[in-house]
């Protein structure tokens, strides 16, 4: 018997789904992006991408309220979507509910939910909702379009190509530190308060000057901005992705399927202020953070040496490297002029701990 | 606070999705059939539909291989896409998983999943796999495509229609039952044993003769066999779904979506030897578990009263009644000539127990 944490996520995905063979002429793209790509007739494209989401693992409902969960659910979605050049247009919705929701919890999600929609032009067409043994499960998948042949993979970087980043990385992953650590505060003085014999006081969690890293943790943006600006600026990047686990990790996914190598540099990563004072505050590296951390859900992506210009120019986006060749692997420049090789330690939920 | 058993599955939903609008042209149907319906340019329409199942609620792995467990979440999507009279053509499939599960155990599930997919000619184009802090929990959702204005609906059922069934009911549940007797007849020997001090000797469960019950609950069919027939005939269904929770429920979706009432006849109800000999051996009543017994997945659908001979010389096709004006209501005819209103009692995950 093999522990599937020997393999890790992308591991087992590989050997569960290494020799599938598509069947239909339509299915232009199966797993492997950040969506697949479905060809029928017609100009357009459609998109589609899943998520699952369990409680414990992927979210945590002490600070979590589920207005916010509702509306991340959906924005991870759209990500993906965005993250393929589309535009996303329906989604379905699948919960799974522990004893201990009420109809009042669930228009709390729906709330968050419909919000989400609302601010991206998205229609709910459908979904499952059922009960759970345990805890809240959470299922959606989007579907979203894209002009034919238009769809941005992550297998297209060529050599010399820049890389480029969206908004800043890091805070997310800050975010959810700070959470976890005033989580801890809380459930110390209840403790305090219980040994002492005493009812618990009212806590006041301490989120002063830190406003930023909540709101990426707990309210964060699909790119669609990002995605409209390139297609004014007449750029159509070669590889792109969202970050989600990592913007270590979803380098090598990008130089391993595009069968190319990548320098980035140290000094180049986007970063907010209240970032770099939390990670100083928890001793904690910044670049590691922003390297590692997830749930940006910023855009990575690479476009021609030709567009350097016109890339320059965006609001919002930093050129953080170069794609080389694919021998030279994958290097961070460090701001001393040392040179490390790229290893992705994001995310992974079926490591072991 | 409201428990969400006061409402259960179908009155939660219809809360949380009442006052939905559709924002984009390209969605003809959202929430309320078996599959929501997209219309791009070209001469198809893509249908999407999407399960949550969860471990303890929707199956036991105690009698349930994982490569069976595999097949059945794929066929149970297929056969909403048949539902709307369509071709089911990519899924994606998400799988949560506690600690206990091994890498060949997803081999196992894998296996089953894909014989589904070959079987219908569906590709598998993504998905999400992740950890559980407890059981499995498996999503999918079926992609399929059908000519631009031939999906059927729930609510297309017309006074007069004839309405029809594939198959025989109350097998499934029958199997269901059947697997249930035998574990409780498994737990009781082994704790018989160790009552004794004993070591447990090899259980032999029974299922002679009931071979057919259990093919229907381990390995149900979707029944394309029956779309093509339709088609070949020339029959446009005026209203089509999947029987899923049982056959009450799902005339009660038809006639109150399409705001016509019902009378269909017990003799009618179409049941194989096996199923009637269990519901026998159990002492239940037989028609009880046709009409309220689930996951029989055959197909219930009404055809306008012109098709009358047509419809008769369809395979495995058999009528049961017909559709009726609003306030005749929903009415069963017993054998014995007496009528009924009909109750769904199919299965609810959300209910109080």
Redesign the interface.
């Known amino acids: 018997?093999?522990?599937?944490s020997?393999?890790g996520?992308f591991g087992?995905?590989k050997?569960?789904?290494k020799d599938?063979e598509?069947?239909?002429p339509?299915?232009k793209?199966?797993?492997?992006d950040d969506?697949?790509v479905?060809s029928?007739?017609?100009?357009?494209e459609?998109l589609?991408?899943?998520?699952?989401l369990?409680?414990?693992?992927?979210f945590d409902l002490t600070y979590m309220p589920l207005k916010h969960l509702g509306y991340k659910s959906a924005i991870v979605n759209f990500s993906d979507v965005y993250a393929m050049g589309g535009t996303p247009?329906?989604i379905?919705i699948?919960?799974?509910?522990g004893k201990r929701?009420?109809?009042?919890d669930?228009?709390e999600f729906?709330e968050g939910l419909?919000l989400a929609c609302d601010e991206h032009?998205?229609?709910?067409?459908?979904?499952?909702?059922?009960?759970?043994?345990?805890?809240l499960?959470i299922?959606i998948?989007c579907?979203g379009?894209c002009a034919k042949g238009q769809a941005i993979y992550r297998n297209g970087a060529k050599e010399t190509d820049l890389i480029c980043v969206s908004g800043d990385l890091g805070a997310a992953y800050m975010g959810l530190q700070l959470l976890e650590r005033e989580k801890d505060v809380y459930y110390g003085q209840v403790a305090d308060a219980k040994a002492k014999g005493k009812e618990p006081t009212d806590f006041q969690p301490d989120f002063a000057g830190k406003e930023y890293l909540l709101e990426r943790q707990m309210k964060p943006a699909a790119r669609r901005d990002i995605i409209q600006a390139l297609r004014e600026a007449g750029i159509q990047p070669t590889a792109m992705m969202d970050i989600s686990d990592g913007l270590s990790s979803e380098l090598m996914h990008i130089c391993s399927q595009s069968n190319v190598g990548c320098r980035i540099y140290e000094e180049r990563i986007p970063l907010d202020y209240q970032t770099a004072v939390m990670a100083e505050e928890l001793n904690m590296n910044v670049t590691t953070c922003a390297l590692n951390g997830g749930e940006d859900y910023e855009l990575l992506f690479t476009v021609p040496i030709a567009d350097h210009e016109k890339v320059s120019n965006m609001k919002d986006v930093k050129l953080i490297g170069h794609i080389t060749k694919p021998e030279l692997g994958l290097a961070l420049i460090t701001r001393d002029g040392n040179e490390f090789e790229l290893k992705a330690q994001g995310w992974n939920?079926?490591k072991d701990e």
Chains 1, 2 share one sequence.
Not at 94 to 97: G, I, K, N, P, R
């Open positions: 018997m093999t522990q599937i020997t393999l996520e087992l995905i050997r569960l789904t599938i598509l069947k239909n339509e299915t793209k199966g797993v492997g969506c697949a479905l029928y007739d017609g100009e357009k459609v589609v991408t899943t998520d699952l369990m409680e414990g693992v992927h247009k329906q379905t699948s919960l799974a509910l929701f009420s109809v009042e669930m228009d729906y419909r032009g998205v229609d709910i067409v459908g979904g499952d909702t059922t009960s759970s043994m345990t805890g499960a299922s998948t579907i379009e939920p079926l």
